[in-house]
Nanobody, 124 residues
């Protein structure tokens, strides 16, 4: 089984920054894609960013492109999401995800493993 534990969420003013971390443990697979989704109140869960095992491929939602950066440290089984220039519309619960495959996908359907989520609140 896989366990994903997020950290780094919190309250920040608009224009500020936060860095989310997600530590994976258990059966993490020899090659995987890790990423982040988010869900705001009353809205569907949406793709934010994902990164391939080798970190040579990344994908971002248009709404965060240029402001968020995803990275990973395979020695630590950890993925990061650096969030800059935060906006009130970035307020959501952020979920770390993993899929046992080399292809980056942007649908919740393709991710079997999910963390418990961490709250990010951006005040105006």
């Amino acid at each position: 089984q896989v366990q994903l534990v997020e950290s780094g969420g919190g309250l920040v003013q608009a224009g500020g920054s936060l860095r989310l971390s997600c530590a994976a443990s258990g059966r993490t697979f020899s090659r995987n894609v890790m990423g982040w989704f988010r869900q705001a109140p009353g809205k569907e869960r949406e793709f934010v960013a994902a990164i391939s095992w080798s970190a040579t491929s990344t994908s971002y939602a248009d709404s965060v492109k240029g402001r968020f950066t995803i990275s990973r440290d395979n020695a630590k089984n950890t993925v990061y999401l650096q969030m800059n220039s935060l906006k009130p519309e970035d307020t959501a619960v952020y979920y770390c995800v993993m899929r046992d495959d080399i292809m980056i996908m942007r649908s919740t359907y393709h991710y079997k493993y999910w963390g418990q989520g961490t709250q990010v609140t951006v005040s105006s």
